[in-house]
């Protein structure tokens, strides 16, 4: 496996495992996956990795985006990290999640944060092994299939950027 930047000659694979996430049901409130003009806007450039197997498929993605434009809030983002389901638990989510604090942090990015259903205890238990802590659970905060759903916010903030 090899980390790279996620780029547009992915994008139908990085789709295919976002939809597959989708209709797992725990990964996210959204219901079908964007396109890839909508996927690319929404993500920012420097801040998004594909981990690609030896025949150079992906398997899996993780991507930022700005959580605010308001200069305060410049160096936090908000992360997804999605893994194709036939390579769980071959470290693929956790490379992932390397490459992108090492690139967050070399911009100066302080906080990466996300919002994880707390039903998707492999998502939490992986974030929490990747510095990442509880900020508290939101209850409630959305509908999903006619159902109230809880998201569990983490942060990591970075040691390195003060």
Known sequence: MRIAALLSEHADEVLAIYQAGIDEGNATFETTAPTWTAFDAAKLPEHRFAALGEDGKVLG?????????????????????????????RGVARALLDELIASTEAVGI?????????????????????????????????????????????????????
């Open 61 to 89: 993605w993780v991507a930022a985006s700005a959580v605010s434009d308001r200069c305060a809030y410049a160096g936090v983002v908000e992360h997804s990290v999605y893994i194709h389901p036939g390579a769980r638990g």
């Open 110 to 162: 302080w906080t990466i944060q996300s919002g994880i259903f707390p039903e998707n205890t492999a998502s939490l238990a992986l974030h929490q092994r990747a510095g990442f802590r509880v900020v508290g659970t939101r209850e409630r905060v959305g509908r999903h299939h006619d159902a109230w759903r809880d998201v569990v916010l983490l942060e990591r903030r970075s040691p390195s950027v003060l």
